[in-house]
């Protein structure tokens, strides 16, 4: 696939963060050619104007103004949120690792999040980072899975990066994202990589939108096997499998001692970082 490449001018490469661990967000580019297939993210297509299909347009984010390091101080930033700092368009225009060397000045907390191991370029600056964490997405060791849901890095390079990055001294987080149900293996992606990996995120599958029905559809040709289970939880919205599954990984990892964040219910997370830090009261006008 062809992708549409288009360099805009933002005033700004901060955004306030709505993610219940950070302050602030950075999305280097708009679009992804990743082009996940359960990505969430397509719904930046309402406020963008593209009408391309999603993984097939990417947007480069110009700024001429610096970021504002001290409006950094004590804060946390995530990098990126709705798109990948390191698609393969970053060999090319180094928006992230232009804005890598400007946080290297900041005194706050970093997270970069990616499924590509062109992060391992970038190793020079990390290290120059005084609180990184480098996470790389991994929901599957079965390489023909990773194939039909997303156009990442191997598997196979994405342990690779995260094994080089912890052998540089670098803080590294395996995200588990998305989970999906009776198919994602979380022990046996542990037991993999635990070597070399610091902390493990776990979130689940959400399906929304235009792209529900295509994960379902995948499911019921692939997965046969699973589809009423799929059924169950996306359209009775039953949440047993999740609580269960939520006390399996609780469990596992408190034995093996393995330090993890659950991500399952990110909606009730976020609206309990919106209650312990109310917006400010604006001037009545």
């Avoid at 992804?32 to 593209?50: I, N, S, W």
């Avoid at 929304?208 to 009775?236: A, F, M, T, W």
Wanted: proline share 4%; with cysteine.
């Amino acid at each position: 696939m062809k992708i549409i490449e288009k360099e805009v001018t933002v005033k700004n490469y901060l955004t306030k963060s709505n993610l219940p661990a950070s302050d602030y967000v950075i999305n280097p580019y708009i679009g992804c050619p990743h082009a996940c297939r359960y990505c969430y993210a397509r719904f930046m297509k309402r406020f963008t104007g593209h009408t391309e299909e999603w993984g097939s347009f990417i947007d480069i984010k110009r700024c001429d103004k610096p970021i504002d390091t001290k409006k950094l101080h004590h804060k946390s930033v995530f990098i990126s949120s709705v798109t990948d700092c390191y698609n393969p368009f970053e060999a090319k225009y180094q928006i992230t690792r232009n804005l890598l060397a400007q946080l290297k000045q900041a005194d706050c907390s970093v997270t970069v999040s990616t499924k590509s191991d062109l992060i391992l370029r970038d190793i020079d600056l990390l290290k120059e980072i005084r609180n990184l964490k480098a996470a790389i997405s991994i929901n599957t060791l079965d390489p023909d899975f990773q194939k039909a849901m997303d156009h990442g890095s191997s598997i196979s390079k994405r342990i690779d990066a995260l094994r080089a990055l912890r052998t540089q001294g670098i803080y590294t987080v395996l995200f588990m994202s998305p989970i999906f149900p009776y198919i994602t293996d979380f022990k046996e992606i542990v037991a993999a990589t635990e070597e070399f990996v610091c902390e493990y995120w776990f979130e689940n599958l959400n399906l929304r939108g235009d792209y529900k029905q295509e994960i379902l559809s995948y499911i019921s040709e692939r997965y046969p096997q699973y589809l009423n289970g799929y059924k169950e939880i996306y359209n009775k919205k039953n949440m047993d499998y999740w609580q269960q599954l939520s006390v399996d990984i609780d469990s596992y990892c408190s034995q093996k001692k393995i330090k993890y964040t659950n991500y399952f219910y990110h909606d009730l997370l976020v609206a309990e970082k919106k209650a312990n830090n109310p917006k400010p009261c604006g001037k009545l006008t």
